[in-house]
């Protein structure tokens, strides 16, 4: 398969799209609850679901909404999950961590890790019912932190599943950075393990796009697992609304009501000796200035990176971009229309 880019770029704009109405609806009021977007992993979305045809099956994470876009699901369906309408994707039960979809073989769960067991499920399925085709795992860099996705990597490497494991790796788990809970190096991991393992720059989609065809041809061929690292950042945090983000563009009007309670807590009497309080403050600090520096820069956006490297006439990108903004605006007017009775009220 050759690259496209113009193609990998409509994909990408639909995903960013797609989820910057979903946001919409979330700051609206329509859609309730913790919202986690993939916002800024457009390129490793895209990047790896473009190898995939329709009998290969996709495990997805928390943030699986823009995977759900890429296998092709039916984007009002989705709206209509995230508002927990009777007719969503899945009956208004799941919401946006639980989108499944049979006909589609993608399935996403909100328990950390899960994705690698899931894959390995269908990577099993795919080697006696489907050969040559494969599974796609995809998690956060935390999820490396998980007994059930290392059991999966082991058992996937032993029976030579035709499985990748994709780690969107942004190095902040909520509000944990992941180095001060990690030990090694991920890629090294994998192949301890027996996983052919690479890392690449998530927010360059071509590169993704080529390492991640290799390692699907190699799945599709019998010659076993592989873990593909792709580092990106999210500007919207790990969810919306996220504070370390909101302070962090905004730290002034953000900490001032935060002052006081802050010092009253550094300098009350009782607690953890001033010292280790002071420390604390110190690490949060720096954690702001580290999420400034890391999550909020320009050149981190794949969609844009693209954009720029795109052979395209300026008229023809015009129209694609108004195209993918039209299908969108129509997906979400159209469940929106149509939203009457939530799950929870049809199952009453
Ligand atoms: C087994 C489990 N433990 C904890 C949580 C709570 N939790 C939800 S998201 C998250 C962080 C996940 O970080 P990462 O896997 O890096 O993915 P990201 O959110 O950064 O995409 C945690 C700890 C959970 N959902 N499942």
Redesign the pocket.
Known sequence: MDLDSIALYRKMLTCRRFEEAIAVLWHEGPISGEM?L?IG?EGINAGVLDHLGDDDAVAL???GTAGMVLRGVDLAAIVKECIGAADGLCGGMGGHMHLFSKGHLAASS?????AGPTACGFALAAQHLRPGTVAVAF??????N?GMLMEAMNLAAAWELPVLFVC???G???T?A?ASVTGGDLEVRARGLGVLGKTVDGADVEMVWRAAGEMIDRARGGRGPSFLRATCT?PEG?FLGDPLIRIARSPLAELKPRLGPLASATTSAGGAPIAQRVGSLGRIISMLGRTARSQLGPAHDPVKRLRKRLAITSDALVTLEQEVDLMVKGAVDKALASVTTTGEEASR
Do not use: P, Y
């Open positions: 986690h993939g992993e994470d928390h943030r909100g328990i950390v890790g899960a998690f956060g860099e935390a999820a490396m998980q969107r790796d942004n902040i788990a909520i944990t992941s999210r790990h």
